[in-house]
């Protein structure tokens, strides 16, 4: 139920296992089901989450009604509309699950509880927030600086299997690219190997 | 709040597992329908989506599995039954809404089999330590579901609890549900719910109030 959970916190942080236990009280196990919500744009995102079993996307709708995927989640990877969770204002995402789902959530005042009481929860958490922000810096040099195929390898590096996993039209959507542009840079890829 | 809620109820079939299931289901929350009766539960659910074309509402084989999924769980089981249910879904439980909507009736109706210095609430509190239990609901006949105003005034459906955040989405709930929520204190006032729930039964039979009667609160 929270193995991938703590085998991530154990990679950053060794716990012994009575602070597993402690830190087991504070966590909500929760199952969703393929395309059910974990959080709608305009409620405050009360959890931050974590993917144990399957896979979880985040997009934004423009005023067009368009979606735009800006995160995937796999197995042990964090979610949330983090701004929301912090400050507590309406989210600006929708989060829902490309598969049946089985998660781990921190709630506002679990999260709260334990960074007061548990050195180790900050300084993982704080490992997370850096690691997160890494990656977003990453992404957005990405973003400018690569070619579209080179964007297209790094996200297949960030992502491994993700190809099998989700539909390509929301990959496209990720990327910012149409379902076309796409596929003919993926037969371009294919056809060189 | 537009994200659906996943509400399981457990102990769909009985008189007030089903009231509230069918009362709930007109809210826009998921509900998760378990009863040991699986033939039971499903024409619960047949007769709400009868009803009622675009409710979401499903039977599942385990009330674990059920629990899981849910972010409320209501327990609508008899209150012997509480300890039992508590231990099988005790981990999924997890610092989720717990609902108790028990009475700990004696055989005769005429007290309670809890101690005066507990209640029905507080002993699955124990059971559960990592949830959130909430009393309500026990104060309301099943018949009340359907008719939640009696002689012009809306029913009061109290609850009690320890964590602010769990009886601000109870009382949600209560209203959904069409009754009038008051939030009446921490979850040891659920000693003095029951009791009151005690005593509306006592003076149904008494006077015979043919089960749809309820408690309000007079104020100015």
Same mark, same amino acid.
């Given at each position: 139920?929270?193995?991938?959970?703590?085998?991530?916190?154990?990679?950053?942080?060794?716990?012994?296992?009575?602070?597993?236990?402690?830190?087991?009280?504070?966590?909500?196990?929760?199952?969703?089901?393929?395309?059910?919500?974990?959080?709608?744009?305009?409620?405050?995102?009360?959890?931050?989450?974590?993917?144990?079993?399957?896979?979880?996307?985040?997009?934004?709708?423009?005023?067009?009604?368009?979606?735009?995927?800006?995160?995937?989640?796999?197995?042990?990877?964090?979610?949330?509309?983090?701004?929301?969770?912090?400050?507590?204002?309406?989210?600006?995402?929708?989060?829902?699950?490309?598969?049946?789902?089985?998660?781990?959530?921190?709630?506002?005042?679990?999260?709260?509880?334990?960074?007061?009481?548990?050195?180790?929860?900050?300084?993982?958490?704080?490992?997370?927030?850096?690691?997160?922000?890494?990656?977003?810096?990453?992404?957005?040099?990405?973003?400018?600086?690569?070619?579209?195929?080179?964007?297209?390898?790094?996200?297949?590096?960030?992502?491994?299997?993700?190809?099998?996993?989700?539909?390509?039209?929301?990959?496209?959507?990720?990327?910012?690219?149409?379902?076309?542009?796409?596929?003919?840079?993926?037969?371009?890829?294919?056809?060189?190997? | 709040?537009?994200?659906?809620?996943?509400?399981?109820?457990?102990?769909?079939?009985?008189?007030?597992?089903?009231?509230?299931?069918?009362?709930?289901?007109?809210?826009? !929350?998921?509900?998760?329908?378990?009863? !040991?009766?699986?033939?039971?539960?499903?024409?619960?659910?047949?007769?709400?989506?009868?009803?009622?074309?675009?409710?979401?509402?499903?039977?599942?084989?385990?009330?674990?599995?059920?629990?899981?999924?849910?972010?409320?769980?209501?327990?609508?089981?008899?209150?012997?039954?509480?300890?039992?249910?508590?231990?099988?879904?005790?981990?999924?439980?997890?610092?989720?809404?717990?609902?108790?909507?028990?009475?700990?009736?004696?055989?005769?109706?005429?007290?309670?089999?809890?101690?005066?210095?507990?209640?029905?609430?507080?002993?699955?509190?124990?059971?559960?330590?990592?949830?959130?239990?909430?009393?309500?609901?026990?104060?309301?006949?099943?018949?009340?579901?359907?008719?939640?105003?009696?002689?012009?005034?809306?029913?009061?459906?109290?609850?009690?609890?320890?964590?602010?955040?769990?009886?601000?989405?109870?009382?949600?709930?209560?209203?959904?549900?069409?009754? !009038?929520?008051?939030?009446?204190?921490?979850?040891?006032?659920?000693?003095?719910?029951?009791?009151?729930?005690?005593?509306?039964?006592?003076?149904?039979?008494?006077?015979?109030?043919?089960?749809?009667?309820?408690?309000?609160?007079?104020? !100015?």
């Amino acid at each position: 139920m929270y193995e991938v959970f703590f085998r991530k916190f154990n990679e950053k942080i060794q716990l012994t296992e009575e602070e597993v236990t402690f830190v087991k009280q504070y966590l909500t196990p929760k199952k969703l089901r393929k395309k059910q919500y974990l959080l709608q744009e305009g409620d405050i995102c009360r959890n931050i989450c974590i993917v144990e079993k399957g896979a979880l996307r985040a997009y934004i709708l423009d005023e067009h009604g368009e979606e735009h995927i800006t995160a995937f989640a796999l197995e042990g990877w964090t979610m949330g509309d983090l701004s929301s969770f912090i400050k507590e204002e309406p989210a600006m995402l929708n989060i829902d699950a490309l598969e049946d789902c089985e998660l781990v959530l921190i709630s506002k005042s679990a999260y709260i509880e334990l960074l007061k009481v548990m050195p180790k929860f900050e300084t993982y958490i704080r490992i997370l927030m850096t690691d997160a922000y890494m990656a977003l810096q990453k992404n957005m040099t990405n973003m400018i600086s690569l070619s579209l195929e080179e964007r297209y390898k790094a996200f297949i590096r960030m992502y491994p299997n993700i190809v099998q996993r989700v539909p390509q039209h929301m990959i496209a959507s990720h990327m910012g690219l149409s379902p076309e542009t796409l596929s003919r840079l993926r037969s371009r890829l294919n056809s060189r190997k | 709040m537009s994200t659906k809620q996943t509400i399981a109820i457990i102990g769909a079939t009985g008189n007030m597992g089903s009231a509230i299931a069918k009362s709930l289901s007109k809210s826009n !929350n998921r509900l998760l329908l378990f009863a !040991n009766h699986q033939d039971k539960v499903k024409s619960v659910v047949d007769e709400i989506i009868t009803g009622n074309p675009s409710a979401e509402v499903e039977a599942i084989a385990c009330p674990v599995n059920a629990s899981w999924e849910a972010d409320i769980i209501i327990f609508a089981v008899p209150f012997a039954a509480e300890k039992d249910l508590a231990k099988a879904i005790n981990e999924v439980a997890n610092q989720k809404i717990v609902i108790s909507i028990s009475n700990p009736l004696n055989e005769t109706y005429n007290g309670l089999i809890t101690a005066p210095d507990t209640s029905a609430a507080e002993e699955l509190q124990k059971l559960l330590p990592n949830a959130k239990v909430v009393k309500t609901f026990n104060t309301i006949f099943a018949a009340n579901f359907a008719s939640p105003v009696i002689d012009g005034k809306q029913v009061d459906a109290f609850v009690a609890g320890n964590d602010e955040a769990a009886m601000e989405t109870v009382s949600e709930l209560v209203k959904t549900a069409g009754l !009038n929520p008051i939030v009446a204190g921490d979850l040891s006032v659920s000693r003095t719910l029951e009791n009151m729930a005690l005593l509306l039964i006592r003076l149904t039979m008494k006077y015979n109030y043919n089960w749809l009667a309820g408690w309000k609160v007079l104020h !100015n």
